[in-house]
C-alpha cells in the first residue's frame, strides 16, 4: 500500500498515508489495520486523528503512537514553532485560540497538514497514517494548499503551504489510501474522490472496500432466481460484485476487499486479526 511497494526508513523521511472515504465506510478501522501491520512488519508507526476523533486509541496497541490533533492545537504549536510563545500560550489559556482555528478554515487545514509534515520530518517514524476527515472536509483541507498559495505572497504562512504542498504531491513519499464499502452511493463517491485526488495531483497509494460480507456460490442460477430468500442474496452478491469491478476500474492503484468480521464492535483482538490477514494474504486482491 505504500507508493512504491517499498518498506519506508526515517533516515529519508516518514512515508505520509491519507486515509480518505466517506463518512462510515471504515476509514478509522482501515487507518488502524494499516498502522497495525506496518508495526508488525518493525516500522515506527504513527496515527494521526483530527479533531477529537478517539476511537483510534481503543483500536491499536500501546505499541503504536496515536496522536489527537485539533485546528487549535495545531495552531498554538505553530504559533510557537514561529517564535509567539507567550501570544500563544495567553490565546489557549483564554480559549481564543480555538476560536480562530475554525473561523480561519484555510489556517485551520493548513496547520494540520503542517503537523503531519512536522511529525513526518521528524526521525521518529517510518510511517505516518492521517486519518482524514470525511470526503467533503478532507478534499476542502487538501485543497486549502493552492488557495492560500494563491492568496498569500509571502512570509511564514507561503513557506508553510509550499512544503505542505512538496510533500503531498512527492509520489515518492505521499499517497492517499480511498476507502468504501461494496455498495453504490459508496463507490460512485470514492470514484469521484479519486478523480478529484488527480486534479490536486495526489498520488493515490491504493483502494480498500471494507467491511465486505461472504458471498454464496450459486451454482444454479435458475435455482436461486426461483427461490425467494436465496433470489433476493443472489441478487445482492451481484450488485456487490459489480460495485467492487466498478472500484477496481475506477481506481488508479491496485484495490484490496477486507471481509467483514462477525462482530458489531470492533477492538484491538480484532484489529490485529484482520492485520494479520492483510500481511498473510488473506485479505485479498479485488
Known amino acids: 500500500m505504500l507508493p512504491d511497494g517499498t518498506l519506508p526508513r526515517a533516515e529519508a523521511g516518514a512515508r505520509v498515508l491519507l486515509v480518505l472515504g466517506k463518512g462510515g465506510v471504515g476509514r478509522t478501522t482501515t487507518a488502524a489495520m ?100 470525511a470526503t467533503g472536509h478532507a478534499m476542502s483541507m487538501l485543497s486549502s494548499v493552492d488557495g492560500l498559495l494563491d492568496i498569500v505572497e509571502g512570509g511564514p504562512i507561503r513557506d508553510q503551504a509550499r512544503d505542505v504542498e512538496r510533500l503531498l504531491r512527492d509520489r515518492d513519499r505521499c499517497g492517499a489510501v480511498v476507502v468504501t464499502l461494496a455498495e453504490t452511493t459508496p463507490v460512485n463517491e470514492s470514484l469521484e474522490l479519486c478523480a ?22 450459486f451454482a444454479d442460477d435458475a435455482y436461486a432466481a426461483a427461490s425467494g430468500v436465496l433470489a433476493g442474496l443472489h441478487e445482492r452478491a451481484c450488485d456487490m460484485t459489480a460495485d467492487i469491478a466498478r472500484f477496481r476500474l475506477g481506481c488508479s492503484a491496485a484495490v484490496r476487499v477486507v471481509d467483514r468480521l462477525p462482530t458489531t464492535e470492533l477492538e484491538t483482538s ?15 486482491d479485488a
Open 34 to 133: 494499516l498502522a497495525t501491520a506496518a508495526h508488525h512488519s518493525g516500522l515506527r508507526v504513527l496515527v494521526v486523528a483530527i479533531d477529537g476523533r478517539e476511537g483510534l486509541r481503543g483500536l491499536c496497541t500501546t505499541d503504536i503512537d496515536v496522536r489527537a490533533v485539533s485546528a487549535g492545537s495545531a495552531l498554538e504549536d505553530y504559533l510557537l514553532d514561529q517564535g509567539f510563545g507567550a501570544f500563544a500560550r495567553r490565546l489557549a489559556s483564554s480559549g481564543v485560540i480555538e476560536v480562530v482555528g475554525a473561523a480561519a478554515p484555510g489556517i485551520h487545514d493548513l496547520v494540520i497538514l503542517g503537523k503531519v509534515k512536522q511529525f513526518a520530518q521528524s526521525g521518529r517514524y517510518d510511517l505516518v497514517i492521517l486519518d482524514a476527515p
Open 196 to 217: 478529484s485526488l488527480a486534479q490536486l495531483n495526489v498520488s493515490i497509494a491504493g483502494g480498500v472496500i471494507a467491511a465486505v460480507e461472504p458471498t454464496i456460490d
Open 270 to 284: 480484532d484489529i490485529e486479526r484482520l492485520a494479520g490477514r492483510w500481511l498473510t494474504g488473506w485479505v485479498h
